[in-house]
């Protein structure tokens, strides 16, 4: 019987160490193109790098971004700097195609990045998906308690279901 019970507790242990990693693994991620190492390099060491999901910037508005993090104490060359504006300009510019977030699968952090909502929102929508099930359309969206409707409809092309 103890070998048993020690197999149970090993397993428990492995699957609660795995659990972190399994839900990253449904969290948003960086398009895979040329700088992105060096943007979650960069970025990743205050913060998700995927903080920028949902969001479409001029390269201007990406360059004041990224003079802001060295102002706040983000380390990097200027090469890397250039690197990671140039990485943001091309993959989140007004004119890219809107990266969608999965309000199925998506995390609290990814939902609150990619649609522009508080921490609080965020975790209202998670709960609300593992108590009543899969969101099916923006109207089941818009009745969690607690969500601002007006920005939900406002990032309604950031939303897959």
Same mark, same amino acid.
């Given at each position: %019987?103890?070998?048993?019970?020690?197999?149970?507790?090993?397993?428990?242990?492995?699957?609660?160490?795995?659990?972190?990693?399994?839900?990253?693994?449904?969290?948003? /991620?960086?398009?895979?193109?040329?700088?992105r190492?060096?943007?979650? /390099?960069?970025?990743?060491?205050?913060? #998700?790098?995927?903080?920028?999901?949902?969001?479409?910037?001029?390269?201007?508005?990406?360059?004041?971004?990224?003079?802001? %993090?060295?102002?706040?104490?983000?380390?990097?060359?200027?090469?890397?700097?250039?690197?990671?504006?140039?990485?943001? #300009?091309?993959?989140?510019? /007004?004119?890219?195609?809107?990266?969608?977030?999965?309000?199925?699968?998506?995390?609290?952090?990814?939902?609150?990045g990619?649609?522009?909502?508080?921490?609080?929102?965020?975790?209202?929508?998670?709960?609300?998906?593992?108590?009543?099930?899969e969101?099916?359309?923006?109207?089941?969206?818009?009745?969690?308690?607690?969500?601002d #409707? #007006?920005?939900?409809?406002?990032? /309604?092309?950031?939303?897959?279901?």
């Open positions: %019987m103890e070998y048993k019970g020690s197999m149970r507790s090993a397993a428990l242990v492995l699957t609660l160490l795995a659990l972190p990693v399994l839900l990253r693994a449904q969290s948003l /991620k960086l398009p895979d193109a040329s700088g190492a060096t943007t979650q /390099k960069v970025c990743g060491s205050c913060h #998700a790098a995927e903080l920028v999901i949902g969001r479409q910037e001029a390269r201007e508005t990406w360059a004041t971004v990224v003079d802001d %993090m060295i102002q706040r104490g983000a380390t990097g060359t200027d090469d890397e700097f250039f690197e990671v504006v140039d990485y943001l #300009a091309t993959n989140f510019s /007004k004119t890219s195609p809107v990266t969608k977030v999965n309000v199925n699968k998506a995390t609290a952090k990814d939902l609150e990619a649609l522009r909502i508080s921490a609080k929102q965020a975790a209202a929508i998670v709960h609300q998906r593992e108590e009543k099930g969101f099916q359309s923006i109207d089941d969206l818009q009745k969690v308690p607690g969500i #409707a #007006a920005k939900i409809e406002a990032n /309604k092309k950031r939303l897959s279901f």
